[in-house]
Nanobody
Framework: VQLQASGGGLVQAGESLRLSCVVSGRGFTIKNMGWYRQAPDKQRSLVAY???????NYEDSVSGRFTVSRGNAGRSLYLQIINLKPEDTAVYLC???????????????WGQGTQVTVSS
């Protein structure tokens, strides 16, 4: 199982970005997927997640500006961000909760992260 995140960059406040995360590998089922972010000297925090049935949930500070979605038969995760703010600057990491075929336990896998930097 591998997760590859992309789409970050250096943008100005008010601009938009679309982050992507692709899960590769075989022999597993993907349950929930989510985006986390970690700013310098801060703890990693959940930004948004989407379940395998399509339900979404957002951290309060990003509600209305961030939209999380899945595609590619559930193997891709997206985060559309509008009206970016300097406080959104962080490394954004994708995560997937996975159950391998023949197993009952769920494991969390992480992507490597993509840097989002918002200048004022």
């Amino acid at each position: 199982v591998q997760l590859q995140a992309s789409g970050g960059g250096l943008v100005q406040a008010g601009e938009s970005l679309r982050l992507s995360c692709v899960v590769s590998g075989r022999g597993f089922t993907i349950k929930n997927m989510g985006w986390y972010r970690q700013a310098p000297d801060k703890q990693r925090s959940l930004v948004a997640y989407v379940t395998d049935s399509g339900s979404t949930n957002y951290e309060d500070s990003v509600s209305g500006r961030f939209t999380v979605s899945r595609g590619n038969a559930g193997r891709s995760l997206y985060l559309q961000i509008i009206n970016l703010k300097p406080e959104d600057t962080a490394v954004y990491l994708c995560a997937a909760d996975i159950v391998k075929w023949g197993r009952s336990n769920q494991l969390r896998y992480w992507g490597q992260g993509t840097q989002v930097t918002v200048s004022s």
